[in-house]
């Protein structure tokens, strides 16, 4: 019941649900002659905006105090599960940190191995002028 009342949802279609009954009790009491001051349009609008302001007030309540007092294992859990997303972060950036300096290792390897042929290749033709 409690997960019901928690939704907003719930409480504007209560409220429209609300204002069909009493929409529909007007119309029956007119064709019987029964006039009540308080039953007219504009009271059930204003019932009907009453439901949803008391909906709209107990859902951010209920949340808050939920959120705020209530569940210590929820705040318990929202760390554990900060402090794996900050892991995993670090984790995937110490990856791509890795591939960084595979690469440039690489490329420095090329340069080396370019520049050594490079002189081995002058070594060789100078020693065979």
Do not use: C, P
């Not at 204002?19 to 308080?38: D, E, F, Q, R, S």
């Not at 959120?67 to 900060?82: D, I, S």
């Not at 110490?94 to 420095?108: F, H, M, S, T, Y």
Request: aromatic share 8%.
């Amino acid at each position: 019941m409690m997960k019901y009342l928690s939704d907003s949802d719930w409480w504007k279609q209560f409220s429209t649900n609300l204002g069909g009954v009493l929409t529909a009790l007007m119309g029956a009491l007119a064709i019987l002659n029964i006039h009540y001051k308080w039953l007219t349009a504009n009271s059930i609008n204003a019932y009907v905006t009453v439901v949803m302001a008391v909906g709209t007030l107990f859902v951010g309540s209920f949340a808050t105090i939920v959120n705020t007092y209530l569940t210590k294992r929820a705040k318990e859990k929202a760390t554990v599960v900060a402090v794996d997303y900050a892991q995993e972060q670090a984790t995937s950036e110490d990856a791509e940190r890795e591939k960084i300096k595979a690469v440039v290792a690489q490329v420095l390897a090329a340069q080396n191995a370019g520049i050594a042929s490079t002189e081995e290749e002058t070594k060789s033709t100078a020693t065979t002028k």
